[in-house]
């Protein structure tokens, strides 16, 4: 029997141990009504079928690697050093739980330890938690963090509109909920105008906590070291959310004065997979640490003198404090986690910087030469990473839709989450983006493929 | 003198100018970055590629884990992890799909999820599917906001208290609280189920539902679940259930006949995808007809149907009144492809049979322990069971002893001190995935332990001596707090 | 288990003695024993402000659990101790001594009704075995 070991002999010497007959009396305490229901499901597969059929549902499917992929907006195409796989694949790390016990968990324990202080390092913080779901729910949580260092007294939790539509969205959905908190995001009404020097007059005396997006949705760059002064005059919390590849290269958010980090941790090694799982990074200021949720790891010392790992904080979490817990957060994203640790102790210090500065430099030499191409106008007006945007002469998806004929995954349609940007592409450019690539894209663009199929 | 197994960060074993990974030369021209966004300083480590594979390999070693031994941990269902699951999740076709691609480019994967959903819908009864959840406690605040949305559709705001019995998950209440609801505890009976009387204290115009898990974490099926649900229902409440358990009932019984109008499953839990340490997971979340209408999204769906020539396309589809969305994108896809796998593999009759064994092994451990441990709830288990370590001749053994003593033997400890209402509860889940042989070897070491309780209570004190590092110093970690370095 | 003759008892575990118009809190002993080793304390009133009886004043954890404390008298925070914030483990050694967590003062006279003295606080301890 598939993954079930017994066989029929040892099944009933264990009945008759027990000192029942069958296996349905096992099941007496269910009312006989609802007991034993039709299940209508196929018959099972073996190893060999299951196999074949996901082979062929995989082929239905276009991978990033069988095209020249200019897609971003929240989820980037990395390449993923092969020793990463080769070491999260190792049963030791992906098939134990929480490390409750840290006399048999110090490799996750470790890890987490390890991922933590590279996280801090890499946003220029003190402290980090051990993993969120994904950025957006890293964004939520930095609300509800911000909605009780204020006791609830502060209710307005103030979000840039260049954060990404869909972490604002999650934002609302998490904290809609808590007493009296209204989370604001001005209206966006032109790339211009998302500036912080906009978003700097809003902010008052109710204000908890503001949420600005480092680089922003649009690829756009702030030094927000002025800006964190004004939060911080408002005696408000200061949270930007990064991209941690740009960190690589760019000014750090605790060296601007940021209290909370989070961001999406996804492009550090980890796969596209359709959105998920991916890995919310959390960091914030030493003094904020008690009112961070989620798992964190403390070095100690064990009963032999050993320096050792344990998860600390734990009298704060929601199976000790139930309903007084800040957040019922469980699990956190382990093994996305210690990928992520792998992937910057792999590029380290100089593969680190080499890879921001590929993205930074392929996404500038796309830009000024799309920005070259009649009709089409790149919009940024202000330094941008590896993203940018751009007006299109038409609608994105059939320009996408074309595009792929040539084997180009194009930029993100901007008018998919906001609807009055019509025509307007989000372009995202990385290490994997050769100048060979970029040049076909604009070549394409441009219509200089007129004798093939339109 | 056993051997030190300190492993030095990576940091410690740091080299200045090493490097692990190269990337190619620019092929374009450097573009200018303004000074002032510049970083001042990059504080990583420097290391080659055999530095982090030795590091991590080392690191590894110092694990316990399912694929090393048995992992009895209850309400965490740690089950083997079938390897074909970990093979097929990584094709290209699945693990390198962007989030955005165009629908028509993905049909593969919203095959997967919309086939999952049906599946889901299948084994519990109920009628629509989220898997957008990332884990169970997310599953489970989605669940709840959905009964919090489902009122105040109805204008019934004042429907504020949420029922959560004694014996839940700490994640429960805390999720309520996050969807606006006061908590009420209901008490366990002697039986170990939910009771009555306390819980006709409650049904009146304030109640917007209950929490149940079931079979609850005492490892038994509530034999008045029926009756509390109708009394909830009958008072205008809404019943969500816990799934965390969902491997003692598939097959056995669905969760929405018995009266459930919410639940979340743990796909890491039931369906086998592996823990990683704590995570990721998938908490998919499943309702009846009237709370579809809520669900978190999107969803995958049918956007146009099958013709003659054309399979049906598939695209995403949010409810009308979602409670909105709660991740980034749509949920853990590498692991919902997992658990579909696992699924298609055992297919109906696999499916009954997980439970069936789940419930066998569970049953035989707790029979051939309980003459030496003392069995608070004596009845037949579900696909779990807690002891009460409390011997009136050993005093000074408490759960925790026993539990790091099992390390000595090569065991992972069972959950302790959960549920709170056992003091020295230890909960164990054997799970199907394991054999005749693992068990016995378990109970035999069970059996040594009880004896030395009594005679050489100091070995379980001192214990565990065996595995890589003794017992921690936590007062010493909280207060020094060093979380990073 | 230590109680003091004379200061006034909670059923959140706070203990207040009272001199004139001036009122010190701090946890009980059954309280610090029942958390073990406490390894934080935050205190999150300041002088000056107003508090009324059963506002929270602050938080204490140790590696079991974390405590919400509650004020259990009325009135204006006249000090809070920053030397159990250094050292929480005083709360341990010296929990009616050293170890107080603020002190409040009421223009009109400390109110202790619906607060138990040592004698009825020693049998609600002994009550919750």
Redesign the interface.
């Known amino acids: 029997m598939m993954f079930i070991p017994h066989s029929d002999a040892e099944r009933d010497e264990m009945l008759a141990s027990i000192g029942i007959k069958s296996m349905d009396d096992l099941f007496e305490a269910i009312p006989k009504k609802y007991r034993f229901p039709k299940i209508n499901l196929h018959e099972g597969m073996t190893e060999i079928e299951a196999s074949a059929q996901l082979k062929e549902i995989a082929e239905a499917d276009l991978s990033v690697e069988d095209v020249s992929c200019f897609m971003g907006a929240g989820a980037y195409h990395h390449y993923i050093p092969a020793a990463i796989d080769n070491l999260i694949s190792r049963g030791e790390f992906y098939t134990a739980y929480t490390p409750y016990q840290p006399e048999i968990s110090q490799g996750t324990l470790q890890g987490i330890f390890e991922y933590q202080s590279l996280i801090a390092r890499l946003t220029g913080m003190e402290a980090a938690n051990a993993s969120h779901y994904d950025g957006a729910t890293a964004c939520a949580e930095a609300g509800i963090l911000a909605y009780h260092q204020y006791r609830g007294k502060r209710k307005k939790i103030l979000v840039s509109p260049g954060l990404h539509p869909h972490y604002a969205a999650v934002m609302r959905t998490y904290l809609e909920n808590f007493e009296g908190v209204h989370v604001e995001i001005p209206e966006f009404k032109s790339l211009d105008s998302v500036t912080p020097q906009n978003l700097a007059d809003l902010i008052d005396e109710d204000t908890a906590m503001v949420m600005v997006q480092y680089p922003d949705f649009f690829g756009q760059l702030f030094d927000y070291s002025e800006f964190a002064e004004t939060v911080h005059s408002k005696g408000a919390l200061f949270c930007m959310s990064v991209n941690p590849i740009a960190l690589g290269l760019l000014k750090t958010p605790g060296a601007m004065g940021a209290d909370i980090v989070v961001g999406e941790g996804q492009p550090l090694g980890i796969p596209l997979s359709l959105g998920g799982p991916y890995l919310g990074l959390f960091a914030a200021k030493k003094d904020l640490i008690r009112k961070v949720s989620g798992r964190i790891v403390g070095e100690t010392v064990d009963n032999r003198g050993q320096k050792a790992y344990v998860l600390t904080l734990t009298a704060r979490e929601q199976h000790i404090r139930r309903e007084k817990a800040t957040s019922n957060i469980c699990s956190n994203q382990g093994l996305n986690a210690l990928t992520a640790a792998i992937y910057l102790s792999l590029l380290g210090k100089e593969g680190l910087q080499d890879v921001a500065r590929l993205c930074y430099d392929k996404a500038h030499y796309a830009a000024e030469i799309i920005n070259k191409i009649p009709g089409f106008q790149v919009i940024n007006s202000t330094p941008f990473f590896h993203e940018f945007v751009v007006a299109c002469p038409e609608p994105v998806s059939e320009i996408n839709e074309h595009l792929l004929h040539h084997g180009i995954l194009g930029g993100f349609d901007l008018s998919r989450m906001i609807p009055s940007l019509q025509n307007v592409m989000l372009i995202a450019v990385t290490e994997l983006n050769s100048k060979e690539s970029i040049d076909d894209l604009c070549r394409i663009l441009s219509g200089e493929d007129n004798d093939e199929e339109s | 003198m ?1 051997k ?4 030095k ?3 410690e074993i ?1 080299s200045e100018g ?7 030369k ?6 200018e ?2 000074d ?5 300083n ?6 080659s ?1 055999i530095d ?2 030795r ?3 080392h ?10 031994g048995f ?1 009895p ?1 209850g309400s ?1 269902t ?5 390897k ?1 699951c ?3 999740a ?13 629908v028509e ?5 919203l ?2 999820l919309y086939e999952m959903q049906e ?1 889901l819908q ?2 519990s ?1 109920f009628r629509a599917c989220s898997l957008t959840p ?5 599953g ?2 989605s669940g709840v ?1 959905m009964i ?1 949305a489902y009122h105040q559709q109805r204008k019934n705001s004042h429907r504020k208290t949420m029922l959560i019995p004694d014996s839940a ?3 429960n ?8 609801f006061r ?1 009420q505890p209901v008490n366990t009976n002697e039986r170990g189920n939910i009771d009555l009387s306390s819980l006709a204290a409650f049904c009146n115009d304030e109640l917007a539902g209950i929490m149940i898990t079931n079979p609850n974490t005492l490892g ?2 509530d ?1 008045n679940l ?1 009756e509390a649900i109708d009394m909830v229902h009958q008072a205008g409440g809404l019943v969500y259930g816990d799934g965390a358990n969902m491997n003692a009932l ?5 969760p929405a ?2 009266g459930f109008d919410v639940m979340h499953f743990n796909l890491h839990k039931t369906f ?1 995808t ?9 908490g998919a979340v499943c309702c009846t007809e009237r709370l579809r209408d809520y669900l ?1 999204g999107p969803i995958a769906g049918v956007i146009e149907p099958a013709s003659d020539e054309m399979p049906p396309l598939y695209g995403w589809k949010t409810p009308e009144r979602s ?13 919902i ?1 997992k658990a579909y ?1 696992y ?12 439970a ?2 789940a ?3 569970a ?2 451990l707790m ?2 322990l309980k003459a030496d441990y003392p069995l608070p709830y004596d ?2 288990c579900m696909h779990e069971f807690v002891l009460d370590v409390k011997w009136p001749d050993a005093p000074d053994i408490r759960a925790l002893d026993v ?2 003593r099992l ?1 000595d033997y090569d065991f ?2 069972p ?1 302790n001190y ?1 549920p709170l209402i056992v003091h020295e509860a230890l909960m164990i889940e054997p799970t ?5 042989q693992t068990l016995d070897q378990f109970i035999d070491a069970m059996r040594k332990i009880a004896k030395e309780a009594h005679e050489q209570p100091d070995l379980l004190h001192d214990a ?1 001596v065996n ?19 | 288990m230590n109680i003091i003759p004379g200061f006034y008892y909670s059923k959140n575990d706070e203990w207040v003695e009272v001199k004139g118009n001036k009122a010190t809190v701090g946890i009980t002993d059954y309280a610090q024993n029942s958390l073990s080793d406490i390894v934080f304390v935050e205190i999150s009133v300041s002088e000056g402000d107003p508090v009324e009886a059963s506002d929270l004043l602050g938080t204490v954890e140790s590696v079991k659990a974390a405590s919400d404390v509650y004020t259990p008298v009325a009135g204006i925070v006249a000090a809070t101790n920053e030397a159990v914030i250094d050292n929480p483990e005083l709360i341990n050694t010296d929990p009616f001594g050293k170890a107080w967590l603020i002190q409040v003062e009421n223009e009109n006279g400390i109110d202790t009704s619906g607060l138990m003295n040592a004698e009825e606080y020693k049998t609600y301890c002994e009550g919750r075995g």
């Not at chain 2, 090493?18 to 190619?24: D, H, I, L, V, W």
């Not at chain 2, 592996?274 to 998938?282: E, M, N, T, W």
């Open positions: 056993m030190n197994r300190e492993e960060t990576i940091f740091s090493r490097k692990g990974f190269r990337f190619p620019s092929d374009v021209q450097s573009a970055i303004p002032e966004l510049l970083r001042e990059l504080p990583m480590p420097e290391l590629e982090v594979v590091h991590y390999t690191l590894s070693s110092l694990n316990y884990s399912v694929d090393a992992y941990l965490c740690m089950k083997y992890n079938p074909i970990e093979k097929a990584r094709f290209s076709g699945f693990s390198q799909l962007h989030p955005l691609q165009p480019t993905v049909q593969g994967a095959l997967i599946m299948e084994i009864g990332a884990a169970g406690a997310h489970e605040f906001k919090a998950h700490g994640t209440p805390a999720s309520s609280v996050m969807c606006g908590v038994l099926f034999e029926v598939m097959g056995i019984a669905k006949e018995l086998a592996p823990h990683g340490g704590g995570g990721p997971g998938a978190p409670i909105g969305q709660i991740g980034s994108f749509w949920g853990h896809f590498d692991v492809v796998i699924c298609l593999m055992l297919g109906r009759d696999g499916l009954k049979r997980v069936e064994f419930t066998l092994n049953n035989y029979h051939a009845r037949i539990a790091k390390m992972h400890p959950t959960f199907e995935t394991e054999s005749k565990p595995t890589p590092f003794g017992r921690m110093d936590e007062v010493k970690a909280a207060k020094d707090l060093k979380i990073a370095e």
